[in-house]
């Protein structure tokens, strides 16, 4: 009996131990700068373009933030919608995750959204050694977000609550 007590503790000790190695790898993989380039979506589209830009609501059903929402009013719209892979660096990225993005250090953005050119074999990687990411903006904008490249790092640790739904009208 003390035995198997002490070998279902030592496999849980050394699974414990790996968890932590693992957070603290991620920790140190995050925190580097790498390549990013984006594109944008547009949740006020036409409602012909709705299929492709994915409307006005993001993976959990919260209203998606543009960017000109976050400028307007930082403290109503406390970030901007991102949406892009939801496995980054070879760790899943929960639900809104924030994101640095170095040509941007204003604004908040945060990982909300995701679509099928973000992920497994239909990614569509536009160049080589640069993550996608497309940046929430209104239809028509001329921010100059598309095409624009940058650098990236991810805090897992600063994420938005699954059930929270920000204020926004």
């Known amino acids: 009996m003390n035995d198997g007590l002490l070998l279902v503790g030592g496999a849980l000790a050394l699974w414990l131990l790996s968890k932590q ?20 979506y547009h949740p006020d589209a036409p409602p012909h373009l709705r299929a492709m830009e994915g409307g006005p609501n993001d993976r959990i059903g919260n209203p998606v933030i543009t960017v000109q929402n976050h400028i307007a009013d930082k403290s109503k719209y406390p970030y901007v919608s991102v ?4 496995e980054l660096r070879g760790f899943t ?28 074999d239909k990614k569509k990687i536009r160049k080589p050694g640069y993550e996608p990411f497309d940046i929430a903006t209104e239809y028509g904008s001329k921010l100059g977000f598309s095409g624009k490249e940058t650098v990236y790092r991810i805090d897992r640790s600063d994420t938005l609550s699954h059930r929270k739904k920000p204020k926004v009208a």
């Open 93 to 120: 990225v929960p639900y809104g995750t924030r994101i640095y993005f170095g040509a941007y250090p204003d604004y908040v953005f945060r990982l909300v959204d995701t679509g099928g050119r973000f992920r497994g």
């Open 83 to 86: 949406s892009g892979d939801l």
């Open 21 to 40: 190695r693992g957070a603290q790898t991620s920790d140190a993989i995050d925190r580097e700068w790498r390549s990013a380039i984006f594109t944008e």
